[in-house]
Nanobody
Framework: QVQLVESGGGLVQAGGSLRLSCTTSGTLFSISTMGWYRQAPGKQRELVAD???????NYADSVKGRFTISRDNAKNTVYLQMNSLKPEDTAVYYCRRSLGSLERWGQGTLVTVSS
């Protein structure tokens, strides 16, 4: 069964940076779309960024110019580089893998940005 494991969350001051990683098991990673989502307390889960197997990226307006998603197919890993963090970026960040109608989610990693 495909599993996703996120890491890299933590506590950071506003203006700081963090890099999240998500490593997945299983095959067909290189053609899967990988995404980062987040859910803040009391809010719905929202897309932060995703990247297709071909490398096309998509970002939420709120993170454009600050966050960068990338992937390393040799390592079955997707990254989210987060710069210029703001308190409103505080949330649990989840990794998602999708291929056709199949999807898998990671367990989430908490990012807390202090003001």
């Amino acid at each position: 069964q495909v599993q996703l494991v996120e890491s890299g969350g933590g506590l950071v001051q506003a203006g700081g940076s963090l890099r999240l990683s998500c490593t997945t098991s299983g095959t067909l990673f290189s053609i899967s779309t990988m995404g980062w989502y987040r859910q803040a307390p009391g809010k719905q889960r929202e897309l932060v960024a995703d990247i297709t197997g071909g490398g096309t990226t998509n970002y939420a307006d709120s993170v454009k110019g600050r966050f960068t998603i990338s992937r390393d197919n040799a390592k079955n890993t997707v990254y989210l580089q987060m710069n210029s963090l703001k308190p409103e970026d505080t949330a649990v960040y989840y990794c998602r893998r999708s291929l056709g109608s199949l999807e898998r989610w990671g367990q989430g990693t908490l990012v807390t940005v202090s003001s």
